[in-house]
């Protein structure tokens, strides 16, 4: 642990920091439907699109159906990629000449890219045409990454509103952020990734002579409009295999610092406009702060187990960290806080080997996705999923002091409990049941690279990664076989999905309460106390849900190597 790094640290956090207010104040005059530098330009397009869609804008939804168009949305995306990929064969802007990807393979690509998850069984450049990479990947990028901040600002209605049944429009939602937020940014955001040294064209694949004069084939395409948005819409899913540790995908140390603060954005500034919704900005602070106090202790512990490196190789005289499976031009703080970030925001893209981490070091993008998407989280998912937690935080201070619990004018009752535990209760159940079946079926154990228990930690990180929506992975699992592609899909389905309908019915439910004055005995909600409590009662239910699960993988795994017990490969 360097000084050096800790200020690399200090400055993206600082920087995120510096975003909020701004973004968030932009971001809540576009979902409030107010006029915006933008406007001018966009404001026909917009109306153009409601009229060929034949939407109201001016007529809001019921949380349900808010919930069944979101539903309807998110089927017809699901047939158009699947079947995209399947016909990539016949299909035009196919240079390297693709062919049909099997069934099992469409259905798990299909599903993750419309879950926001993006976990890829492939290799990009040796399996995608450009046009599935487009009109297919990056097309549904956008709409994954609208779709999960609409539900977000949907849930931040019910808080912010009163005697309501109604908590917006999808359609209008979706279509202003993809419009006002989204675009505008990715096409600045495309262009530096290009001035940075990324590719974006549609030119074949470039053959080339090496010094010793071999042929090698070199991958090109569209890269740069697919990253911008797999970064800002926390994606994740990489145009090449090596995903952000590709030279071609991340160019430079500047490009790699880019991409972690475009990772955090959205997300953070998201907790803003909580705060401008409900009518005071400290509420939105209070939510930064616990997500900043766990994602900086997640930072330390995975930074220090990285410097630290493996005692056995300490004992030989091997000095300097763990450098293996990382990029030289990043170094091991680059990969460390790049790992804790793009697992602390569901984004999944990775510039280091996950795999190839220290036992703490991996275990800490592990926890980060198994607490639920909270920290920073998914584009608008980490905002609903924090404020599950909230609430359930606030259940467990009322009932200290023996009154019903308030939050932001809204009593918290019985209803809106049962639902954020059924919403966090559900993620457990798919980590741990598809772990414990493939740790047991003879075919997906025999998918496991390395022996012992980071054998385990591979299948954990795997449906963690699934369900969590997060899409990295511990690359040493072959997940590319039926067993994986469909129990894995079913995961990102139920990860995504039985999460959102719980948190929209509290959408609804919280929209229809009268807003009640504060009280002497109304629990403070934006101080130090509060985010103490929330993150006490974050790590108690993560805690007790997953220590045994991690026992068994990482924690034993790190013990292990501290005595030297090592697991030689067969």
């Known amino acids: 642990m360097t000084l050096i790094g800790w200020i690399q640290i200090v400055l993206f956090c600082a920087i995120v920091v510096v975003l909020v207010k701004p973004l968030g104040w932009y971001m809540t005059r576009v979902f409030n439907g107010e006029r915006t530098f933008l406007s001018p330009v966009l404001r026909p397009v917009e109306r153009l699109l409601y009229w060929a869609g034949g939407v109201d804008a001016g007529r809001e939804q019921h949380w349900l159906t808010y919930t069944v168009a979101m539903l309807f949305f998110h089927v017809g995306g699901f047939l158009i990629l699947y079947f995209l990929i399947r016909l990539q064969g016949v299909l035009p802007f196919n240079p390297a000449g693709m062919t049909a990807v099997a069934p099992d393979l469409s259905f798990n690509t299909a599903v993750s890219f419309i879950t926001n998850t993006n976990w890829q069984n492939y290799g990009g450049e040796s399996t995608m045409s450009y046009l599935v990479q487009m009109l297919g990947l990056t097309h549904q990028n956008f709409l994954s990454a609208a779709t999960g ?64 004069g071999g042929k090698q084939t070199i991958a090109v395409g569209p890269v740069a409009s697919q990253v911008a948005i797999k970064m ?11 995903n952000a540790a590709h030279p071609f995908e991340n160019p430079t140390e500047l490009s790699n610092f880019v991409q972690m603060i475009s990772i955090f954005a959205i997300g953070a500034a998201l907790t803003n406009v909580f705060g401008r919704m409900v009518g005071n900005q ?16 997640g930072v330390t512990v995975a930074y220090w187990a990285e410097a630290h490196g493996n005692d056995a190789f300490t004992a030989m005289g091997l000095t300097g960290g763990n450098m293996e499976g990382k990029e030289v031009r990043f170094g091991i703080v680059g990969s460390s806080l790049f790992a804790v970030i793009t697992t602390a925001a569901s984004c999944g893209a990775v510039n280091a080997m996950h795999d190839s981490f220290t036992a703490l070091g991996g275990m800490i993008p592990l926890i980060n996705m198994q607490l639920g998407e909270i920290i920073i989280g998914g584009v608008g998912a980490g ?34 409990v049962k639902m954020a535990m059924l919403a966090i209760l559900v993620l457990p159940l798919m980590y741990l049941g598809w772990t414990a079946v493939a740790a047991v079926y ?7 690279a390395n022996p012992g228990p980071h054998g ?17 992975a511990f690359a040493g699992l072959t997940g590319n076989i039926p067993f994986y592609n469909i129990t894995g899909a079913i995961s990102m389905l139920i990860g995504r999905f039985w999460m959102i309908i719980p948190a929209m019915a509290i959408a609804g439910a919280l929209a229809e309460k009268k807003t009640v004055p504060p009280s002497v005995g109304t629990f403070p909600t934006t101080g130090g106390l509060f985010i103490g409590l929330v993150v006490g009662v974050i790590l108690i239910i993560g805690g007790l849900t997953f220590f045994p699960a991690l026992a068994l993988g990482p924690i034993v795994e790190h013990l292990a190597m501290t005595t030297g017990t090592l697991f030689p490969l067969n």
């Open 456 to 472: 385990f930690s591979e299948i954990l990180y795997a449906y963690t990664s699934q369900t969590g929506n997060n899409g990295s």
């Open 442 to 448: 003879p075919t997906a154990v025999a998918s496991i």
């Open 282 to 297: 400290r509420q939105g602070w209070a939510i930064l702060g616990v997500m900043g106090a766990l994602f900086i202790a």
């Open 149 to 212: 901040i609409a539900l977000a600002v949907a849930l931040i209605r019910g808080f912010a509103r009163a005697s309501m049944k109604t908590v917006g429009n999808f359609w209008v939602d979706v279509t202003r952020c993809t419009l006002y937020v989204l675009l505008p940014i990715c096409v600045v955001y495309a262009l530096f990734l290009v001035w940075q040294g990324m590719p974006q064209t549609l030119g074949a694949y470039v053959d080339a002579t090496t010094l010793e």
């Open 383 to 416: 905002l609903y999923g924090m404020l599950l937690f909230v609430i359930i935080a606030i259940f467990v201070a009322g009932l200290m002091v023996g009154r019903t619990p308030e939050y932001v004018g809204k009593k918290i009752e019985a209803k809106e």
């Open 232 to 242: 800002l819409g926390t994606n994740g899913g990489g145009f090449f295999n090596a």
